[in-house]
Nanobody
Framework: QVQLVESGGGLVQPGGSLRLSCAAS????????MCWYRQAPGKQRELVAT???????NYADSVKGRFTISRDNAKNTVFLQMNSLKPEDPAVYYC???????????WGQGTQVTVSS
């Protein structure tokens, strides 16, 4: 089990950038996978990006080329760099971690991202 705290959300203009952070309560070196999800009002929660323990990444088609997931093991933190933000990107963004393939995922409380001109 790991506790996760997201930060970095806020209000940005279309085309702007934000970097979200997810601080974990323990080492993330051996975590099976860490992910960013998002959920907009009235919409289903969707997987945005995943980073595996070995560093491999995957992205939703809607954000590929614009968002980058990364991790800093020394800081027990995973990041989501969001560039070229679009009107469809606003949502509460959640960090998710699976400490092993057999574990149930842990979730952060979310951070709000708003895109408006």
């Amino acid at each position: 089990q790991v506790q996760l705290v997201e930060s970095g959300g806020g209000l940005v203009q279309p085309g702007g950038s934000l970097r979200l952070s997810c601080a974990a309560s323990r080492s993330i070196v051996s975590i099976y996978a860490m992910c960013w999800y998002r959920q907009a009002p009235g919409k289903q929660r969707e997987l945005v990006a995943t980073i595996a323990g070995g560093g491999g990444t995957n992205y939703a088609d809607s954000v590929k080329g614009r968002f980058t997931i990364s991790r800093d093991n020394a800081k027990n933190t995973v990041f989501l760099q969001m560039n070229s933000l679009k009107p469809e990107d606003p949502a509460v963004y959640y960090c998710n971690a699976r400490v092993s393939v057999f574990a149930t995922p842990d979730w952060g409380q979310g951070t709000q991202v708003t895109v408006s001109s």
